[in-house]
């Protein structure tokens, strides 16, 4: 059985950083682009960040960019979220997916793999 386990979340204040973990079990993501996806109370969950598999090329919603580094640790089956200057703006629901093209990720099509979530607060 596939799980993908989201750590790291927390109540921060404006201004601060988290870094999520993201780690899956029951496969390597070593052919697997990674994601990290948010959701607010009552919307649908919205691209954040991705990481292609193989090049490692990453991509970011204009929202995050320049604050959110997303990487991998394909040795440890676990992908990243670094969020620093963090704004009130970023408080979510936070979950990592899985696909095995990173433009199906960017362009948020139905993911292979969701994990159940982190939550994130950030307070002003």
């Known amino acids: 059985q596939v799980q993908m386990v989201e750590s790291g979340g927390g109540l921060v204040q404006a201004g601060d950083s988290l870094r999520l973990a993201c780690v899956t079990s029951g496969r390597t993501i070593t052919n697997l682009s990674m994601g990290w996806f948010r959701q607010y109370p009552g919307k649908e969950r919205e691209f954040v960040a991705a990481?292609?598999?193989?090049?490692?090329?990453?991509f970011y919603a204009d929202s995050v960019k320049g604050r959110f580094t997303i990487s991998r640790d394909d040795a440890k089956n676990t992908v990243y979220l670094q969020m620093d200057a963090l704004k009130s703006e970023d408080t979510a629901v936070y979950y990592c997916?899985?696909?095995?093209?990173?433009?199906?990720?960017?362009?948020?099509?139905?993911?292979?793999?969701w994990g159940q979530g982190t939550l994130v607060t950030v307070s002003s």
């Open positions: 990481i292609k598999w193989g090049a490692w090329s990453t």
């Open positions: 997916a899985a696909h095995t093209t990173v433009q199906a990720i960017v362009q948020g099509r139905p993911m292979e793999l």
